[in-house]
């Protein structure tokens, strides 16, 4: 059933939307997409009535490539923060507006741009590889910008004569290493969420499920991503989720994948993997945003993204080099 998020809450807390209050708001909120000229961008982590009325749903690499390529006047993204200011990097002449301006993230919180600043400054060397989830300031100190779904590819293309510098999740740029045998120095940030993920409660699942892959997001801890059958961004989970045999799967992610997979996955089961408390993991910012609150910015235009033609054209460039080689063939990655 749809819901609604009650205000100042920790965690989530969801309140019923009565389904003819759901169905008036969803046909209001398509009118009002034509009436703009709006494209409504969601990522796999927002409620299922929001990711139901969206033109693309996705992660954060999907969601970059759509609002670089879009020719909507007015792009609605709902996510967190980081992620409309991307889309407004792309697009500094559109219209990008949120529906909650303090849907935040902690990976973005964890990595001021002066700290970054300071600890560049000690390495001329230095080569930024710089994690999407971040503040449009720091994508402007950044070389270049990946996402979990193409950290690997980023890095095996990065300069071999530089010293990589990867902010600012830990854990996704430990796996990278592993992935691709290059040393990095990483900054000390991860998502609150992922890391509510133990080796004990995936443990626990597997032992009631132990017909069931487990899969993982790679900013899972190391001691989760041990016991991972396989280790992948949201979207190529949807990928392994439809090739796989596996009737029942457990998904180490946020709990709002979920939707998308029972969506395009029919017949299989999603267990959510449980975290040490035994909650179904949700991450309170990507569910600060409602159908009530998308309604009422497409209709107000606001809260809209604004930022400083300095940091937009400083941060544009590692944004467009990700996409460019994001685009080549494998073999001519790196």
């Not at 100042?8 to 708001?25: E, H, K």
């Not at 989970?237 to 439809?242: A, L, R, S, T």
Request: with cysteine.
């Amino acid at each position: 059933m749809a819901t609604a998020v009650a205000p100042n809450q920790d965690f989530v807390t969801r309140i019923p939307l009565p389904p003819q209050r759901l169905d008036a708001l969803s046909r209001d909120i398509l009118a009002l997409k034509k009436k703009l000229n709006a494209i409504i961008l969601a990522h796999n982590y927002q409620v299922p009535e929001i990711q139901d009325v969206a033109d693309f749903v996705g992660d954060s690499l999907g969601l970059s490539q759509q609002a670089a390529k879009t020719s909507a006047d007015v792009i609605v993204f709902c996510g967190v923060h980081f992620m409309a200011e991307t889309a407004k990097i792309l697009n500094p002449n559109k219209v990008v507006i949120l529906p909650d301006k303090d849907a935040g993230c902690s990976l973005e919180e964890s990595c001021p741009a002066p700290k970054l600043k300071q600890l560049q400054d000690t390495n001329p060397n230095f080569y930024t590889v710089t994690y999407i989830n971040c503040s449009a300031e720091v994508k402007a100190l950044s070389d270049v910008i990946c996402t979990s779904g193409n950290a690997v590819k980023i890095v095996n293309a990065s300069p071999k004569d530089k010293d990589l510098l990867f902010v600012p999740d830990e854990n996704l740029g430990a796996w990278v290493m592993e992935q691709t045998g290059r040393k990095m120095t990483l900054w000390k940030g991860s998502c609150y969420a992922h890391v509510e993920f133990t080796h004990e409660s995936i443990m626990r699942i597997r032992r009631e499920y132990p017909d069931a892959p487990v899969v993982a997001h790679p900013e899972c801890t190391r001691a989760v991503r041990l016991l991972a059958d396989e280790i992948c961004s949201t979207e190529k989970m949807v990928e392994f989720c439809k090739k796989s045999p596996a009737q029942t799967i457990i998904i180490a992610t946020e709990s709002g994948m979920i939707h998308r997979l029972n969506k395009e996955c029919p017949g299989k089961r999603f267990i959510p993997a449980p975290v040490a408390n035994c909650r179904c993991n949700e991450c309170k910012f990507m569910k600060m945003n409602t159908l009530e609150k998308l309604h009422a910015c497409m209709e107000d235009l606001n809260p809209r993204i604004e930022l400083p033609k300095s940091i937009l054209d400083r941060a544009r460039l590692p944004i467009e080099r990700m996409l460019q080689i994001s685009s080549q063939p494998l073999a001519n990655a790196g």
